[in-house]
C-alpha cells in the first residue's frame, strides 16, 4: 500500500485531499496545526466503508507549525519508516493587504510559510525518493504564481518564488526518477473566500482533490509537470 504525506490537512483542501487518497488505497499522513480538527478527519476516513486497515501505519497525524525543526523532523521520521510515496505541499497562508500596510514581520512570515517551508520538507523528504528511486512531489500553487494581483504583493512574490524553485528543481528531479506536478489553482470555496459574494461560483475543494488525485495515475510515455484548475463559472 502507497503512503501519502499532505501538509495543512486539516481543513480545506487538504482534508479533502486527505480523504480522496485515503478512499482510493492510500496510508494517509495528516499534518496541520489544530489537533482537534485532524483527529476529525482521520476519524471520517475510518468511517468510510470502503477503507481498508492493513499492517503497519494506516492513518498517522502530525500536528506541528511547518516552520519548527521539530515538526519537520517527526514528518522525516514517519516518511522515511513509512517509505512515503507522494509528498504533497498543500499548507499555506493568505493576506490580503495593501503593500505599505504590512510590516516586514507580515511579508516574511507569508514567503516563509508559502516559500521557505515547502523547500525544507523537500530538502528532507527528498532523500528517501532518490533511495527507492521513485516519488512523487505535488506543489499546490495558485494562479496568483503566475499573474500578479492587486494587493497580493507578498503571497505573490511566494507563489512566483515556489514556481521558479520547481520548475528549476524538477529537471534534476526528474533525472531521478522523481516526479513534480505544480498545480495552479483559482480561488475555491474554503474559509479565506468565505466573505466573497461569488463564492458559489468558486472552485469545489472535494472536486480539486480528485482531479488532483487522477494526475497521480503512473504513465508509461508522459509525465505531467503542471496543470491549471481554473473555476468554470463566472
Not at 517509505?83 to 512570515?109: C, P, S, T, V, W
Not at 528549476?168 to 473566500?193: C, D, H, P, W
Request: some cysteine; hydrophobic content about 40%.
Amino acid at each position: 500500500m502507497k503512503t501519502a504525506l499532505i501538509t495543512g490537512s486539516s481543513k480545506g483542501l487538504g482534508a479533502r485531499l486527505a480523504l480522496v487518497f485515503a478512499r482510493n488505497g492510500y496510508n494517509i499522513i495528516l499534518h496541520g496545526r489544530d489537533e482537534k480538527k485532524l483527529k476529525a478527519i482521520e476519524q471520517e476516513i475510518f468511517k468510510q466503508d470502503y477503507w481498508i486497515i492493513k499492517d503497519g501505519i494506516d492513518c498517522e497525524v502530525v500536528k506541528g507549525d511547518l516552520r519548527s525543526t521539530n515538526t519537520l523532523a517527526n514528518l522525516y521520521a514517519i516518511a522515511k519508516k513509512t517509505n512515503l510515496d507522494i509528498l504533497i505541499n498543500n499548507a499555506g497562508i493568505y493576506e490580503k493587504k495593501h503593500f505599505q500596510d504590512m510590516d516586514f514581520d507580515d511579508f516574511l512570515r507569508i514567503l516563509t510559510v508559502n516559500l521557505i517551508v515547502p523547500i525544507q520538507l523537500i530538502k528532507r523528504i527528498y532523500p528517501i525518493f532518490l533511495e527507492k528511486k521513485s516519488g512523487l512531489i505535488i506543489n499546490i500553487n495558485s494562479l496568483a504564481g503566475k499573474n500578479p494581483n492587486e494587493m497580493e504583493a507578498a503571497y505573490c512574490a511566494s507563489k512566483y518564488g515556489l514556481r521558479g524553485f520547481m520548475d528549476s528543481f524538477q529537471i534534476e528531479a526528474n533525472r531521478n526518477n522523481v516526479k513534480i506536478i505544480n498545480v495552479y489553482l483559482g480561488a475555491m470555496q474554503t474559509t479565506i473566500t468565505e466573505e466573497r459574494e461569488d463564492k458559489s461560483k468558486l472552485i469545489q475543494p472535494e472536486e480539486a482533490a480528485n482531479a488532483i488525485f487522477r494526475m497521480c495515475k503512473d504513465y508509461k510515455s508522459l509525465r505531467i509537470t503542471e496543470v491549471n484548475l481554473m473555476r468554470r463559472i463566472y
